[in-house]
């Protein structure tokens, strides 16, 4: 079965400060979707990449698909206090299911 | 568009008892889906609905069941509540109709303590 491997599991950068999560999948990508989870909270949706290739940017977050290397990367340009949270990957390997990586968890320091 | 809305948003139950939790997708949505996150088993899938069908289950006891109104709206019952069924319950709307890569948009959740 298809799994989902985020890296780093945590995160504590400066305010201001640029960041780059991954996420690697163990089975080639076929899509892959960003999510952000306040603690306790439901998932934001960040964005949707479905093309190798593809990269994608919601305000100051920049995500990309790279299906050679079947992964992905959530790029933050000069974080906020806002930017922290959980981030989470996940993808769909068919069956109308999605599978979800750990989760990043990121600390911006003020 | 009103987002996904799940009820209730907290809830404490004990051992042995049930518990039923309902989602209301975005309108327009036909694809509902529920998952279980928990600090040591992460986010999981229980199962997918589509106009009042299961297309899809996770690994998960037969305590855990669901069904989907022809409104959409969803709702999923654990019976024989154990300790370990302590979670964060998410609900997801998407407008896949088939196979592939869909968005899906979360509600709120259902935090569920078993004591």
């Known amino acids: 079965s298809q799994e989902l491997e985020q890296s780093p599991q945590s995160l504590i950068v400066q305010e201001g400060k640029n960041l780059t999560i991954n996420c690697t999948s163990s089975?080639?990508?076929?899509?892959l979707y960003w999510y952000k989870q306040k603690y306790g909270e439901g998932l934001i949706f960040l964005m949707m990449?479905?093309?190798?290739?593809e990269e994608k940017s919601h305000e100051k977050i920049t995500a990309k698909l790279d299906e050679k290397k079947q992964q992905s990367s959530l790029h933050i340009t000069a974080s906020q206090p806002s930017h922290a949270g959980i981030y989470l990957c996940?993808?769909?390997?068919?069956?109308?299911?999605?599978?979800f990586g750990a989760g990043t968890r990121l600390f911006v320091k003020a | 568009k009103a987002g996904v809305t799940q009820t209730p948003r907290y809830l404490i139950k004990t051992r042995g008892q049930q518990v039923t939790l309902s989602c209301s997708p975005i309108?327009?949505?036909?694809?509902v889906s529920w998952y279980q996150q928990t600090p040591g088993q992460g986010l999981q899938f229980l199962f997918e609905?589509?106009?009042?069908?299961?297309?899809n289950k996770g690994n998960f006891p037969g305590r855990f069941s669901g069904r989907q109104f022809s409104n959409s709206r969803s709702e999923m019952n654990v019976s024989t509540l154990e300790l370990g069924d302590s979670a964060l319950y998410l609900c997801?709307?998407?407008?896949?109709?088939?196979?592939?890569?869909?968005?899906?948009?979360f509600g709120p959740g259902t935090r569920l303590t078993v004591l």
């Open positions: 997801a709307s998407s407008s896949r109709d088939s196979g592939g890569v869909s968005s899906q948009y």
């Open positions: 089975k080639t990508l076929y899509g």
């Open positions: 990449l479905q093309k190798g290739g």
């Open positions: 996940g993808a769909s390997p068919g069956g109308f299911k999605t599978i």
């Open positions: 309108s327009g949505h036909r694809s």
């Open positions: 609905y589509f106009s009042e069908t299961q297309r």
